[in-house]
């Protein structure tokens, strides 16, 4: 974690940074370009330290980092900027998964690989010739949470939503794995509310204030597309002495890890940032040595809760 936030940090200050393979400053021969959503996100700052992590023993190559701060266009900008300046491969996070098209199109002129990671693009279509995604089923996490909250119920209740941004395939997809789930298992759970906090703490709390407002007592559950809005969520129900809401989120940062423990949160989805960061590593190595790889690599979510947290730590 301590590396990932000094990552974090440097980027931050320095708006983009170039690394060596084995982090080196400067040196290396082959230089990737890797375009962030928002440095100010924590899972993708973990993403990115696995990703500089893949290279440290490949010095051969020299990696630059570019803070997109959730503008699309900012993002098609960087990515041709990178292509002006020689790079041979691309990782993208992208900022709207609708509005890639420009980004695509952009490596396939440039004739080299392109690697999206974390959220997908391409949903159920086939990816181009030369485009990778590296990531996670996204429905699943939904599937998962809500059937660890639909039994802390004992399937009955209402839950709040809260989801991520509305653009992005993963807020999409989490909160229908929880909607198709509620159908299908627990008929007797009722979605209160479901509103878009933009997957940020501050908004998770501002959101749940409101809800504890206005559903009392009939609110038993919330689900945070992401950890860092349940966890605002959670900091809402402490503050309003509610102890009878369960709440559980996605990606089983630390602090989550943190409040499932000490029963603040009751469960939160793995999205495993080592396995995303490295697979995107090792997609743009297989790439430009032309050696085979499948289109696609899926990263698994598990389900964390006091169970098994001691497994996690």
Do not use: H
């Not at 627990?186 to 479901?194: E, H, Q, S």
């Not at 890890?257 to 396995?275: E, I, K, Y």
Request: charged share 20%; hydrophobic share 40%.
């Amino acid at each position: 974690m301590k590396k990932a936030l000094v990552l974090i940090a440097v980027l931050l200050m320095a708006g983009g940074m170039v690394f060596g393979g084995g982090g080196q400053q400067k040196g290396g021969k082959t230089l990737v370009g890797y375009v962030c959503t928002n440095f100010n996100d924590t899972f993708q700052g973990y993403i990115m330290e696995e990703f500089k992590g893949y290279f440290t023993d490949k010095p051969e190559f020299t990696l630059e980092f570019q803070d997109a701060q959730e503008d699309v266009v900012k993002q098609q900008d960087q990515v041709n900027n990178l292509i002006s300046k020689g790079a041979k491969a691309l990782v993208v996070v992208p900022v709207n998964t609708s509005a890639m098209a420009p980004i695509t199109k952009a490596a396939q002129d440039a004739k080299i690989p392109l690697v999206y990671v974390n959220r997908n693009p391409f949903g159920e279509s086939a990816l181009p010739a030369n485009v990778f995604y590296v990531g996670s089923q996204e429905i699943v996490a939904g599937q998962l949470q809500m059937e660890a909250m639909g039994k802390a119920l004992n399937g009955q209740g209402g839950v709040c939503i809260l989801i991520g941004k509305l653009d992005n395939e993963g807020a999409i997809l989490r909160t229908q794995g929880n909607e198709d789930t509620i159908k299908a298992k627990f008929p007797n759970i009722k979605v209160l509310a479901k509103e878009a906090g933009d997957w940020q703490r501050d908004q998770g709390q501002r959101l749940t204030e409101n809800w504890i407002t206005a559903y009392g007592n009939n609110l038993k559950g919330i689900l945070g597309n992401n950890d860092e809005m349940a966890l605002g969520a959670a900091a809402a129900l402490r503050a309003a002495g509610r102890t009878d809401v369960v709440v559980m989120g996605v990606d089983a940062i630390p602090d989550a890890r943190a409040a499932v423990g000490s029963g603040v949160m009751t469960a939160t989805v793995l999205q495993d940032s080592a396995g995303q960061g490295r697979g995107a590593g090792a997609a743009v190595y297989k790439a430009l040595n032309k050696q085979s790889q499948d289109s696609i690599t899926w990263v698994p979510f598990v389900l964390i809760d006091k169970s098994n947290l001691s497994q996690y730590q």
